[in-house]
């Protein structure tokens, strides 16, 4: 079954720790994506990736750290100089201009 | 001058009527214009998408009118029903860039 997996589905953080969310795709698709969204707001961009072992940042990507080693592969985490981390977290792939994405993690800190 | 903004916030409709939501760009660049749809809880789904050499698209009931001397493009639902209500955004894109432009969605009722 073709997709995007996030993984966990809901996350908890104590302040100050580091915490990572998984994002795996099998599309083969080249680009990925991590948006932070927060209640009745729009999609922010975090970082993206055009290839493997490059990735740029996005419009909010202080606190935030990722890495591409693999195609299918694009993990962020949320490290604990981000200040107001508690959100919805969407990441997403693309091929020829067509996003997708995966059915998000919400992490909370407690 | 990368925004696209997105209007109404919210949309209330009775089922069976017809659901419109616009955005504008000022981009011209810009050359890639889909529609999500999103569920509570839920990540966006692609809903339809056009690009600017055409001035309409259509699939089912939905409906993208695009005015490209105007920098508009919208979304239209037709015979809406009570399993449309969401929240919808649409974006932009330049092919090549990877980056999407998002609008800051709208959030449609639709009352049975």
């Known amino acids: 079954d073709g997709g995007i997996t996030q993984s966990p589905k809901y996350l908890f953080r104590k302040e100050g720790q580091n915490v990572t969310l998984s994002c795996e795709q099998n599309l083969n698709h080249d680009a990925m994506y991590w948006y932070r969204q927060d209640p009745g707001q729009g999609l922010r961009l975090i970082y993206y990736?055009?290839?493997?072992?490059?990735?740029q940042k996005g419009d909010i990507a202080e606190g935030y750290s990722v890495s591409r080693e693999k195609k299918e592969s694009f993990p962020l985490t949320v490290t604990s100089a981000q200040k107001n981390p508690t959100a919805f977290y969407l990441c997403?792939?693309?091929?020829?201009?067509?996003?997708?994405f995966g059915q998000g993690t919400r992490l909370t800190v407690v | 001058q990368q925004q696209v903004k997105q209007s109404p916030q919210s949309l209330i409709v009775q089922k069976g009527g017809i659901s419109i939501i616009n955005c504008a760009y000022e981009?011209?660049?810009?050359?890639?214009f889909p529609w999500y749809q999103q569920f509570p809880g839920k990540g966006p789904a692609l809903l339809i998408a056009i690009r600017p050499d055409v001035s309409e698209k259509k699939e089912g009931r939905f409906t993208i009118s695009f005015n490209k001397s105007a920098k508009q493009f919208s979304l239209h639902i037709m015979d809406s029903q009570p399993g449309d209500s969401a929240t919808y955004f649409c974006a932009a894109c330049t092919s090549g860039t990877y980056k999407y432009i998002f609008g800051t969605g709208t959030r449609l009722k639709v009352l049975a």
């Open positions: 981009n011209t660049a810009f050359d890639y």
């Open positions: 990736s055009q290839i493997v072992n490059d990735f």
């Open positions: 997403a792939s693309s091929k020829a201009s067509r996003a997708f």
